[in-house]
């Protein structure tokens, strides 16, 4: 049972699938060799990469689903969210920073809370397909964040 407090996006994903006919109740992804492991130096010698579900906006409006490596010197002032995974009757998505927290931890940065933030912010869009998230896009992000010497993985979803 959910309560009104919270959001309930799992039991709406449940029933919505239900709804549409399926058989098999939907089955949340996961990961079981997830490369999680403990700091091996302070947070504030650390270099901090964000992952945003939400994709650039281009002149045409619509961005391909696909993972973006984009600049992390500035926040941009809008990011493209039309047509994706988020709970719009509760929320909007007009204050960037709400899901790309680029200009606080800047600023965290220079109160020294933090190493740095990586020259590049990783923006995936939210699919409904467990494979590609497992098989395609969580690789190539943590690929994206090899190559920048991403020490920590901040995971922001719309």
Not at 124 to 133: A, E, F, G, K, L
Request: with cysteine; hydrophobic share 35%.
């Amino acid at each position: 049972m959910t309560n009104d407090y919270d959001v309930p996006y799992m039991e709406r994903t449940r029933l919505y699938y239900e709804a549409q006919g399926y058989s098999i109740p939907y089955k949340w992804a996961n990961y079981r060799k997830t490369p999680f492991c403990a700091l091996t130096k302070p947070l504030a010698q650390s270099r901090v990469g964000v992952v945003t579900t939400a994709m650039p906006d281009t002149a045409q409006g619509r961005a391909e689903r696909k993972l973006y490596s984009n600049p992390a010197t500035s926040a941009p002032d809008s990011m493209y969210t039309l047509g994706l995974s988020w709970h719009d009757t509760v929320t909007h998505t007009r204050d960037v920073g709400s899901f790309l927290p680029i200009e606080a931890l800047l600023a965290i940065q220079a109160g020294g809370g933090i190493g740095d933030l990586a020259p590049s912010f990783y923006s995936v869009p939210t699919s409904y397909s467990q494979r590609q998230t497992l098989d395609e896009d969580a690789p190539a992000i943590l690929d994206c964040m090899k190559s920048d010497e991403v020490d920590v993985a901040a995971l922001v979803p719309l």
